[in-house]
């Protein structure tokens, strides 16, 4: 099975921060990694798709890189709705999830 | 509006068993690929299941044997069967859909989840 790894597990920040989130895979994933945003007792929202492809509807300030293991999301520019946690997913074996980054203030 | 909105949570003791339903709107069940995915308190997401277009069925290994997917085309739900049911399968539940481009499946959307607790 393929493990995702997250760094960090938490993160303070302030609005109008620029912050970055990383994530490594355990064995090669080509560029099939994903990030999501989740907040308590709502549904989990596609920020990035295929690395560094932007979902719909999601703002530009959200951005992704990286390919084979190693994986980025950044947040140029944080606003007070982005204070939440964060997930990377690997679709290149079945899914796996990285453990989350919780984004506070 | 395109939406998925998950039922059938709730308190059940250890060796139990539970029923979830997917309900969607917008979108048909059965030309999608759906999946179920759980957030335990104080871990991270965790997928649970897939059933393709096709029917076929894969389970993460924490839960094969003991959980089944399913769907009914006729009333455009998807259906979680949670037996043998562990304390640690407590969680939110959300029912995601999944789609692909540029080579990559993600879930594109997904619903507000219902909360299963396993407790005696």
Same mark, same amino acid.
């Given at each position: 099975?393929?493990?995702?790894?997250?760094?960090?597990?938490?993160?303070?920040?302030?609005?109008?921060?620029?912050?970055?989130?990383?994530?490594?895979?355990?064995?090669?994933?080509?560029?099939?990694?994903?990030?999501?945003?989740?907040?308590?007792?709502?549904?989990?929202?596609? *920020?990035?798709?295929?690395?560094?492809? *932007?979902?719909?509807?999601?703002?530009?300030?959200?951005?992704?890189?990286?390919?084979?293991?190693?994986?980025?999301?950044?947040?140029?520019? *944080?606003?007070?709705?982005?204070?939440?946690? =964060? =997930?990377?997913?690997?679709?290149?074996?079945? =899914?796996?999830?990285?453990?989350?980054?919780?984004?506070?203030? | 509006?395109?939406?998925?909105?998950?039922?059938?949570?709730?308190?059940?003791?250890?060796?139990?068993?539970?029923?979830?339903?997917?309900?969607?709107?917008?979108?048909?069940?059965?030309?999608?690929?759906?999946?179920?995915?759980?957030?335990?308190?104080?871990?991270?997401?965790?997928?649970?299941?897939?059933?393709?277009?096709?029917?076929?069925?894969?389970?993460?290994?924490?839960?094969?044997?003991?959980?089944?997917?399913?769907?009914?085309?006729?009333?455009?739900?998807?259906?979680?069967?949670?037996?043998?049911?562990?304390?640690?399968?407590?969680?939110?539940?959300?029912?995601?859909?999944?789609?692909?481009?540029?080579?990559?499946?993600?879930?594109?959307?997904?619903?507000?989840?219902?909360?299963?607790?396993?407790?005696?």
């Amino acid at each position: 099975d393929i493990q995702m790894t997250q760094s960090p597990s938490s993160l303070s920040a302030s609005v109008g921060d620029r912050v970055t989130i990383t994530c490594r895979a355990s064995q090669s994933i080509s560029g099939a990694l994903n990030w999501y945003q989740n907040k308590p007792g709502k549904a989990p929202k596609l *920020l990035i798709y295929a690395a560094s492809n *932007l979902h719909s509807g999601v703002p530009s300030r959200f951005s992704g890189s990286g390919s084979g293991t190693d994986f980025t999301l950044t947040i140029s520019g *944080l606003q007070p709705e982005d204070f939440a946690t =964060y =997930y990377c997913q690997q679709s290149h074996s079945r =899914y796996t999830f990285g453990q989350g980054t919780k984004l506070d203030i | 509006e395109v939406q998925l909105v998950e039922s059938g949570g709730g308190l059940v003791q250890p060796g139990g068993s539970l029923r979830l339903s997917c309900a969607a709107s917008g979108l048909s069940v059965s030309s999608n690929y759906m999946n179920w995915v759980r957030l335990a308190p104080g871990k991270g997401l965790e997928w649970v299941s897939i059933i393709y277009d096709s029917g076929s069925t894969y389970y993460a290994d924490s839960v094969k044997g003991r959980f089944t997917i399913s769907r009914d085309n006729s009333k455009n739900t998807l259906y979680l069967q949670m037996n043998s049911l562990r304390v640690e399968d407590t969680a939110v539940y959300h029912c995601a859909r999944d789609t692909s481009a540029f080579a990559s499946w993600h879930f594109d959307l997904w619903g507000r989840g219902t909360l299963v607790t396993v407790s005696s």
